[in-house]
């Protein structure tokens, strides 16, 4: 195999890997359910050890791709994809999202009480 045709292949591989990210973005409440998602599409993530400490770089491998991708080689210039770049974006938008909900804390909808909705994880749970 020729260097242009590898070439070719790791930026449609890397592209892929990008756009797949920004379509679970808008959805992912923290940068562990954004991994959630990416999973659910088919990716698969190697972010951890076995001890379950994190990686130095997170690597995605689309379905279809033969290798994977760093998440510092997504975005070389920017380093956006990095896992502390993403946290924080998300946690900005959730901040920013916050801001424009209604509050609804006193408000009761049958026998299930919206106080009881974790917010992070977006489940609800027994008093």
Sequence with gaps: MNYELSDAKRRTNIAIVRQAIDEALPYAVSYEHLLVILRAMGMKIKDKRKNGEYLEHVTFIHPLAEKGVR???????????????????????????????????????????????DENFRTAYDE
């Design 71 to 117: 998440d510092s080689s997504i975005d070389k210039e920017t380093g956006f994809y990095k896992r502390e770049n993403l946290s924080r974006y998300i946690e900005e938008q959730n901040r920013m999202a916050d801001r424009n909900q209604p509050c609804l804390q006193n408000i009761n909808y049958g026998d299930f009480n919206i106080e009881c909705l």
